[in-house]
């Protein structure tokens, strides 16, 4: 998914294809049996789109397990977005609007519809997390976790003048 929209044809089983924005951005595959190599993935993530289809009830049962399961592993100030894409399919729809706030409300996430096929809300589900991590940032400013002291060497002495002997 490039510039707001999918690319068509180019989807896949993925288990970590991305492209660089300000961070990497990785697409996990949301298959049960990716989950044990998506911990890996997401556990340093400081931001998540947790995505479902509108027109299947599966898909959105599943994102109730991601996001239980995303609370025990990844970080807690990890910035959570979860999205019903496919809002162009209204025929199809399974899953009402007003279920995905609910379920968002219950995990204090935020929520959009987006259509990766129009690219409706595609621009804003990034903004959006993109200001929330600017606003955490200012809020909560972390400590950083190295300091230049515990690693530079301390100066030395030069051995002698100009730093070399002659024989
Ligand atoms: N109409 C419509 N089709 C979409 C939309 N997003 C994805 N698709 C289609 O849905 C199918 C699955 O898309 P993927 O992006 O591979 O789904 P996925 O959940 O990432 O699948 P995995 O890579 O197995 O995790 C593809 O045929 C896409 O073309 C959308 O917003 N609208």
Request: with cysteine.
């Amino acid at each position: 998914f490039d510039q707001g929209k999918f690319i068509p044809g180019s989807f896949s089983a993925t288990v970590g294809i991305g492209f660089t924005v300000i961070h990497p951005i990785w697409d996990t595959a949301g298959q049960e049996r990716f989950r044990s190599v998506t911990h890996a993935y997401y556990r340093d993530a400081q931001a998540l789109l947790l995505l479902y289809d509108i027109t299947s009830k599966s898909s959105f049962d599943n994102t109730r397990a991601w996001l239980t399961e995303i609370h025990e592993y990844a970080q807690d100030d990890v910035v959570i977005m979860l999205l019903g894409n496919k809002s162009d399919m209204t025929s199809a729809r399974a899953i009402r609007r007003d279920e995905g706030e609910k379920l968002a409300r219950e995990y204090g996430v935020i929520f959009l519809e987006t259509s990766a096929k129009t690219g409706l809300n595609v621009d804003e589900a990034f903004m959006t997390v993109g200001k929330e991590l600017v606003r955490r940032s200012v809020q909560f400013p972390v400590e950083p976790r190295l300091h230049l002291h515990d690693v530079m060497q301390p100066e030395k002495e030069p051995p002698g003048c100009c730093g070399f002997s002659r024989n």
